[in-house]
């Protein structure tokens, strides 16, 4: 079995059907990609991050190290 055939497998255990599975897959295994050469660290290590703030984030944790965002206006709210 292959990475991403093993990262498939993983989300499909988190909950995500397999088609949507297999995307998240590829997804990740990009992004990895570009962040071990954005930050210069190995695939391996961000592909590990990765992990970590997805698994974090389908328990409703938000890790420390997470960026604080604002939750989008709704439409009921003021026009600017």
Not at 47 to 54: A, K, P, S, T
């Amino acid at each position: 079995m292959n990475e991403q055939q093993q990262l498939t497998q993983l989300c499909e255990r988190l909950g995500a059907p397999p088609a949507q599975a297999a995307t998240m897959a590829a997804q990740l295994l990009k992004r990895a990609e570009q962040l071990a050469t954005e930050r210069g660290r190995p695939r391996e290590e961000m592909l590990g991050h990765l992990l970590r703030l997805m698994v974090k984030g389908r328990a409703g944790e938000v890790p420390a190290d997470f960026p604080a965002t604002q939750p989008p206006e709704t439409s009921g709210g003021k026009a600017k």
